[in-house]
């Protein structure tokens, strides 16, 4: 990446700075809040080997911003060259970080706070125009996205790390409102799939093209704690026939019985989140299961689980006027009223809550509350082209990952759209992943 220079000016586009404002404010009040409620030698400590320290994710946002903004938009000299292969992702598996000369607490957060005081500076007098990563203020919202990924990483290493919890929140209010159908019909035909003009779409997401769906049926709400329970007593982790050979071996291999977090005492099934121990409750979306048990679930069922295409589908596809909306609700960007987003609380809300938020044909929350895994494998759009890097996405394409859609409740909303689009191993439970299960239209 070659940094270069761009025109600054009294440029117009005011409404945009001030999202870009406001959007880089909430993803840093966020880094704030996750790196300061616990002492520093938390921060340093690493808590699983599948997740950094803390001070590492504190430190890469910041040298991000300063790559992206200070360098490349601004084409200002580096600040801190040195540390560029510290905070590289891809130089450094998660479980070596612990052993490298790390930037310590303090002096992460005052490279952090430097860099978004001269990124500042530089959003005052930018004009959005005239280069791809300045028009709409590209890259300063890929930033933004970039740095609630981390909070949202940063998060799930606090749900990982043993000790009282260093978070509080209120439940999520129960917006349940009466029985609902358990599934809907999704009608066949083509919809509109990803964005061409979503000014903030990452590369993936892109190109929108048309795509048919047949027919099928699509659970109203994410598949329950209640729901899962069931498939456990009905022998469901001991039984290979609805499983996939790899999802078996990883069952066998690792004891694997119940979601990540639960445990069987008295009789009863109690799970850990964020510190505190708790009764599973029934009626919320179950998380923190792979994709080799949500397809076992699926199966066992009778069920299957929905293509990246169908959920898409369902989630943005009005049958009344035939085109793609941004959400399941319409275009309007997300309310407190619409979804279970941006860490307000630390759990999923009920299933069946939201009903602002449900999709033209009733189904709920197909944004927050839970990352939903769907059966496809991660592959790029006709007509793809990576950008602004191809580590992004593209390097990532292929069998070994799977689609996850709609987001969870510790997804912000500038990081979450109806064509958002996010990946991982299959093997994958730490992350805050339920699911929901489909079938063809034809089946009984």
Known sequence: ??????EFGPAGHEDLRRRVLAALGSARDRTALLTSCVEDGELIAQHSPLMSPLVWDLAHIGNQEEQWLWRAVAG????????????????????ARPSLPLLAPGEARSYAADVRSRVLDVLAGARFEGRPLLDEAFAFGMIAQHEQQHDETMLITHQLRE????????????????????????????FTMGTSGEPWALDNERPAHVRFVPAFRLDTTPVTNGAYLAFMADGGYTDPRWWRPEGWAQVREHGIAAPLFWHLDGGQWLRRRFGTTEQVPEEEPVVHVSWYEADAYARWAGRRLPTEAEWEKAARHDPVSGRSRRYPWGDADPGPGHANLGQRHLRPAP????????????????????????????????????????????????????????GSFAVDPVACRGTFRNWDLPVRRQIFAGFRTARDAESV
């Open 163 to 190: 000790g009282p919890s260093a978070l509080t929140d209120l439940p999520p209010p129960d917006l349940r409102s009466g029985p609902l159908p358990a599934d809907v019909l999704v009608p066949g035909g083509p």
């Open 1 to 6: 990446m070659t940094p270069t220079e761009t």
């Open 76 to 95: 200002r000299e580096a600040l801190r060259p040195e540390i560029d292969s510290l905070y590289d992702a891809f130089e450094h598996p998660r479980s």
């Open 351 to 406: 299933a069946g809550s939201w009903p602002e938020g449900a999709s033209p044909l009733g189904v709920r929350q197909l944004i927050g509350d839970v990352w939903e895994w769907t059966a496809s494998d991660f592959l790029p759009y006709p007509g793809f082209r990576a950008f602004p890097y191809k580590e992004y996405s593209e390097v990532f394409f292929g069998p070994g990952h799977k689609v996850l859609r709609g």
